[in-house]
T-cell receptor, first 108, second 115 residues
């Protein structure tokens, strides 16, 4: 599976959009980009995933570059409850290989 | 609501004393996973069941075993826990078919402490 690179930490003001980048330059054509988050002491929570096209759901938007080598997760109006570790994962088969993730802190 | 349930949420055991962690799901998913997450680290896959087929990760210690008696339940057995096995253990499920594997859904985890 392709590896991902994420910044170790980010801050975002409450109410603003949080943009979390992820590099996956070795991604293969049939590998999906998945985003999960993990709030302290809880199990990881699925956020969104995509293959080529941009995706949006009730939680977030996922923007994938045309060459698929990077993506951005967007939380449109961050709240304090969005403080968590966010994992970007490239997945082809049934296994998820978690990287180190980005610790996002929402500041009041 | 359909969900992944883990019991117990917290478990304390003594060094070398066997322990079993439980996972059940109401999603009717055919794939079940066990992850280990040590403090300040990312989750690491131990093994998974694809239907009844057991798939062990190459670096999972022999001390860790699993059973899946039916679609809904999966157990993690640690035969002789060491201090280094203190961690959060996460169960996840997904649905797999001819079109590939769907999203994984995680339970709340069992926090195991080995004394």
């Amino acid at each position: 599976d392709a590896k991902t690179t994420q910044p170790p930490s980010m801050d975002c003001a409450e109410g603003r959009a949080a943009n979390l980048p992820c590099n996956h330059s070795t991604i293969s054509g049939n590998e999906y980009v998945y985003w999960y988050r993990q709030i302290h002491s809880q199990g990881p929570q699925y956020i969104i995933h995509g293959l080529k096209n941009n995706e949006t759901n009730e939680m977030a938007s996922l923007i994938i570059t045309e060459d698929r080598k990077s993506s951005t997760l967007i939380l449109p109006h961050a709240t304090l409850r969005d403080t968590a570790v966010y994992y970007c994962i490239v997945n082809r088969y049934e296994k998820l290989t978690f990287g180190t993730g980005t610790r996002l802190t929402i500041i009041p | 609501d359909a969900m992944v349930i883990q019991n117990p949420r917290y478990q304390v055991t003594q060094f070398g004393k066997p322990v079993t962690l439980s996972c059940s799901q109401t999603l009717n998913h055919n794939v079940m996973y066990w992850y280990q997450q040590k403090s300040s680290q990312a989750p690491k896959l131990l093994f998974h069941y694809y239907d009844k087929d057991f798939n062990n990760e190459a670096d999972t210690p022999d001390n860790f075993q699993s059973r899946r008696p039916n679609t809904s339940f999966c157990f993690l057995d640690i035969r002789s826990p060491g201090l280094g096995d203190t961690a959060m253990y996460l169960c996840a499920t997904s649905r797999a078919g001819s079109g590939g594997v769907d999203t994984q859904y995680f339970g709340p985890g069992t926090r195991l402490t080995v004394l």
